[in-house]
């Protein structure tokens, strides 16, 4: 299987809660958000060995009784055609998947819910839906990706499993007006959550790291007026 699994965080209690999974990430990504953290792991993809495919689910079966399910990370997994043959070999041996994504493949998407390959969806919303604020969040060309976006949202909200949309905040990009914009679009979902940028990781555009984030508290009042939209959210 042609899937560039980079990293692997064995055992990780944050990455789907309630459960214990090995999360792993891939190398390839589609967009450029300037306060991108895995930004080694896309630019420079060939300083990370592949770790084999026979090696993860050795991990993972040796450690069934505690380890829930994985968490597919990055980078953007969907990127890789062969992700429902990855994901079928890993729910066969009775794991759980939880998928990270940008949303910008929702065919492949699509047949991951449609074979149940999938238990739990994250997609990243980078800004409000209009492709002014999009491309400068996500580091985005083509409008064709914005739709893409759109497209995944409509079928993560028609879908039957969990899931979450979630933010990043970070003050050059998003205002009040922004996350307003983006939980109207949203209304209705099953749980919108803010993450608060940290500029103390290296960043994709290394100006980011001289932004000084929201404080707590301001996120807080984003998430109090965010909750007439969806009423689950909250801050991470
Ligand atoms: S933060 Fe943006 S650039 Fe980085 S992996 Fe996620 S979608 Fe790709």
């Given at each position: 299987?042609?899937?560039a699994?980079?990293k692997?965080?064995e055992?990780?209690l944050i990455?789907?809660e309630g459960?214990?999974v090995?999360t792993?990430?891939?190398s390839l ?8 953290y895995?930004?080694d792991l896309?630019?420079?993809?060939k300083?990370?060995k592949n770790i ?10 040796e ?5 829930d ?5 990055g980078?953007?997994p969907?990127l890789y055609?062969?992700?429902?043959s990855?994901?079928?070999e890993?729910k066969?041996?009775?794991f ?5 994504t940008n ?7 699509e047949?991951?819910l449609?074979l149940?390959l999938?238990?739990y ?7 409000s839906?209009d492709?002014?604020n ?5 580091g ?19 879908s039957k499993i969990?899931?979450e949309f979630?933010t990043t905040?970070?003050p050059l990009?998003?205002t ?6 983006i939980?109207?679009y949203?209304?209705?979902?099953k749980?919108?959550?803010l ?5 103390l990781?290296k960043?994709l555009e290394?100006s980011?790291q001289k ?5 707590a508290?301001e996120?807080?009042?984003l998430i109090e007026?965010a909750?007439?939209?969806?009423s ?5």
């Amino acid at each position: 299987m042609n899937i560039a699994i980079k990293k692997m965080i064995e055992t990780s209690l944050i990455d789907w809660e309630g459960k214990i999974v090995s999360t792993l990430y891939v190398s390839l990504c589609n967009f450029r958000c300037p306060y991108c953290y895995n930004c080694d792991l896309i630019l420079h993809p060939k300083n990370f060995k592949n770790i084999p495919f026979q090696e993860i689910n050795n991990y993972l079966v040796e450690r069934k009784d505690f380890i829930d399910g994985i968490c597919m990370s990055g980078g953007e997994p969907t990127l890789y055609p062969d992700l429902p043959s990855y994901f079928k070999e890993i729910k066969d041996e009775g794991f759980l998947i939880k998928l990270d994504t940008n949303g910008a493949n929702p065919k492949l998407l699509e047949d991951l819910l449609g074979l149940g390959l999938v238990d739990y969806i994250a997609m990243d919303i980078k800004s409000s839906l209009d492709f002014d604020n999009y491309s400068k969040a996500a580091g985005i060309k083509d409008k064709i990706l914005l739709e893409r976006v759109k497209d995944s949202i409509k079928l993560i909200m028609n879908s039957k499993i969990d899931y979450e949309f979630r933010t990043t905040v970070v003050p050059l990009l998003h205002t009040e007006e922004t996350i307003m914009k983006i939980v109207k679009y949203l209304s209705g979902a099953k749980k919108y959550v803010l993450q608060n940028f940290s500029p103390l990781e290296k960043t994709l555009e290394p100006s980011f790291q001289k932004i000084i984030p929201y404080s707590a508290e301001e996120i807080q009042e984003l998430i109090e007026k965010a909750k007439r939209y969806v009423s689950n959210c909250y801050y991470r």
